[in-house]
């Protein structure tokens, strides 16, 4: 639900403010609206899909990655399905990575230093070696 209402506010505000600009309504009042119904909408798309999210590990065994759920009770071995690991973006204390599995489907984490202080140089070093 979150990645679709994500799409719905950005259409609806890249219309707003296409018609602004093209029939010249971008000044004033308006503008100020409009800039606040876009920061409005922006932080409630965030909003949403940052509840819709589930908490996991991630777990390497030295050759493969696999998204690994906080709750014991849910786990079942059969369903985790073998992944690599991409770095998009490395901010040294905070890296946002994406799990992608052999079918085709990819699943972006945000990893920040503070969720792990003690392990992050260990997750660094296994997010950029190379499996066998």
């Not at 018609?19 to 909408?41: E, H, I, K, P």
């Not at 399905?81 to 984490?109: A, E, I, P």
Request: some cysteine.
């Amino acid at each position: 639900m979150g990645v679709y209402m994500v799409m719905a506010f950005s259409v609806v505000t890249a219309c707003a403010f296409a018609y602004s600009f093209l029939f010249g309504d971008f000044q004033g009042w308006r503008a100020n609206l409009l800039l606040l119904v876009w920061v409005f909408a922006s932080g409630l798309s965030m909003w949403a899909v940052r509840q819709g999210q589930s908490r996991c590990w991630l777990s390497w065994n030295g050759n493969v990655w696999h998204e690994l759920p906080i709750n014991a009770s849910s786990f079942s071995p059969e369903n985790v399905l073998d992944c690599g690991v991409t770095v998009h973006l490395d901010m040294q204390r905070h890296m946002l990575v994406s799990l992608y599995n052999t079918n085709g489907f990819r699943k972006w984490f945000w990893v920040s230093r503070k969720s792990f202080p003690e392990r992050w140089h260990g997750f660094r070093c296994a997010v950029y070696s190379r499996s066998e």
